[in-house]
Structure formats: C-alpha cells, structure tokens
C-alpha cells in the first residue's frame, strides 16, 4: 500500500485539532500510504482541494476536521470513485459517529489503517440545488440557528455544544418569527405532495441530526444512508410544542406522530419554497437564504472508507 496515494485535508481550526495530533496522524499514515498533506485556508476551499485530488490521481482522500470539512471534501469528491476517510476533528462530528467511526482522531486513524484493503461503500448524498449534504440540511429555524453559531467563531470552538444550545434557544424564542409560517413544501416523484403553512423543515439523508453530549437527537428517525431523503416539517412554534418535540427526538422518537408534523421519509426529491428568503444550513453550515429549493437524493454519489 505504499505506494497508494492519499491526500489528506486538514481543518486546523477545527475544534480538536491540534499541531501534534496532525503531526501523529501524518506519520501513521505514512507507514502504509504516500501521503500529501493539505491544511484548508478559508470557507471552500476543502471543495477545491478535493477536486484537484481528482485531477491529479490521488487514490484517497482524508478529511481531518468537523462536518463542515466532511461536507467540503464530500462536494469535490461527489460522483468520482476515489473514496473518502473521515478523522473527526470538530466538536460533534455527526456522519462520523453515525458510521461508527471512533470520535478520537488517532483511533479513527487507527480503523482507517486497518481497513485500508477493505472495498469502499458507496453512498447515496442528498443535494440541496447544486450543494450536496451528507446528513441534514435544514430550511429555518436551524439555518436561523447555524447563522448565529457561525456569526461567533470564537466561542463556537472554545465553549463547545453549551453555545450551540444556549444559541438555539436564544433564536427559538427571541430571533424567529414564530407567529407567522413562511414555508411550502411538494413532494414525491411528480411533486404531487402538497403542504403549505410551515415554519421549518428538516431534511436528513441520515440518522441522527446531530448528538447531544453521547444522546442522539433523531429528528428524522427512519433516515437511512442507503434510502432516499426524509424530511420533518411542523405547521407550530408554540413552546410546549416545540420542548416536547425537541425531548421527543432525545428519546423514542415518538414527536413524528404529532398532528402538527409532517414527516415525509425515502422521498427522491422535495421542493421547498418560502414566501421570503428564509436561512438554510447543510451538515451543520449556513448556506446563505433562499426563497425556494430542490432537495433531492443522488445514489452510488459517493465511496466511503470507513
């Protein structure tokens, strides 16, 4: 295996990064790969750095950071066949630990090592227009939420899950028009689904949304890497609704049988639009607003090597 090439894209500000850890990681790699390594040096540019891998021959590609990282790496390498590994390095780092990838960088590296002759699994991504997600994207309140966390860089590495809590409560109740909906969904092969009235909808390409310390938070329970998209969509804001939903998807799951919820699952595409720009995330990122949106599932997109 030596003289298989692999590229591997690290995230420095990821939250546990560290020098020495890059360091460790570059080395074990080396004893079984020819590695090249690439630090990202702004928003985008693990995109651009994945795609040059695809240009100049690389057998695989690493990404060493948070779901921002993945996702970056997942959008240059989509639709090729040069298989992507995950070291996790962020603060939750959801596609990982949903494929059971270890959350410290050095034993992830140690699996990825000792399954290194193990045929890749391809996966289908979800795409949100022209940008794909490996697990969620999300059209209000969460975007609402992602903006304001990505808005204090500083506190989100340092201060950790406590300031995306803190964070989403503070959007829930005092940023986030909770009176009037604003949100349209259609759905199913012809877009013959219909429902209008809604104030967010979540989409997953896989369980779960995200993790809450060691819990994890199943907004869309059913969501499955090998099926196509499920969406939750909810048509109230009112705060015993929402405590009981957000409880709910901490433990059995149970919220998608509320009247007020609409839960599509394995749909091949949902179009969502907004009778104003309303903010939207992807795997944990703001992707700016937007006043409509195709979701859509995209199978045998992506190799996986985990």
């Not at 494929?99 to 991504?125: K, S």
């Not at 199913?188 to 219909?194: I, S």
């Not at 006043?291 to 090597?305: F, G, K, Q």
């Amino acid at each position: 295996m030596a003289g298989v090439l692999l590229l591997l894209i690290v995230n420095v500000n990821a939250q546990t990064v560290t020098p020495r850890k890059v360091s460790v990681i570059e080395r074990a790699l080396s004893s079984e790969f020819k590695v090249e390594l690439v630090r990202t040096e702004r928003r985008g540019h693990g995109i651009d750095v994945a795609l040059r891998a695809l240009q100049e021959g690389f057998d695989l590609v690493v990404a060493m950071g948070g779901d921002g990282t993945v996702n970056e790496v997942a959008n240059g390498l989509a639709g090729s066949d040069v298989p992507m590994g995950i070291i996790p390095g962020g603060g939750t780092n959801v596609l990982a630990r949903s494929l059971g990838i270890p959350t410290d960088p050095v034993e992830a590296t140690g699996l990825l090592l000792a399954r290194r002759e193990r045929a890749p699994r391809r996966v289908a991504l979800g795409r949100a227009d022209d940008r794909y997600f490996t697990f969620s994207c999300g059209v209000g309140l969460d975007g609402a939420i992602v903006r304001r966390v990505e808005q204090r860089q500083l506190l989100k590495k340092t201060a950790g899950q406590g300031f995306f809590v803190w964070t989403a409560f503070s959007t829930l109740f005092f940023r986030y028009d909770r009176r009037k909906p604003h949100i349209e969904l259609r759905w199913g092969p012809n877009l013959e689904g219909h429902r209008q009235g809604l104030f967010l909808a979540i989409c997953q390409k896989t369980s779960p949304y995200t993790y809450l310390g060691n819990r994890p938070m199943r907004v869309c329970p059913e969501a499955d890497l090998d099926l196509g998209l499920d969406l939750l969509a909810a048509d109230s804001m009112r705060t015993g609704f929402v405590l009981r939903t957000v409880a709910r998807t901490l433990g059995r799951a149970r919220h998608t049988r509320s009247r007020h919820v609409l839960y599509l699952h394995d749909q091949p595409k949902i179009e969502i639009l907004c009778d104003r720009p309303m903010p939207v995330q992807a795997d944990g990122e703001y992707v700016g607003e937007r006043e409509s949106l195709t979701l859509e599932s995209v199978p045998d997109c992506l190799s996986l090597l985990y």
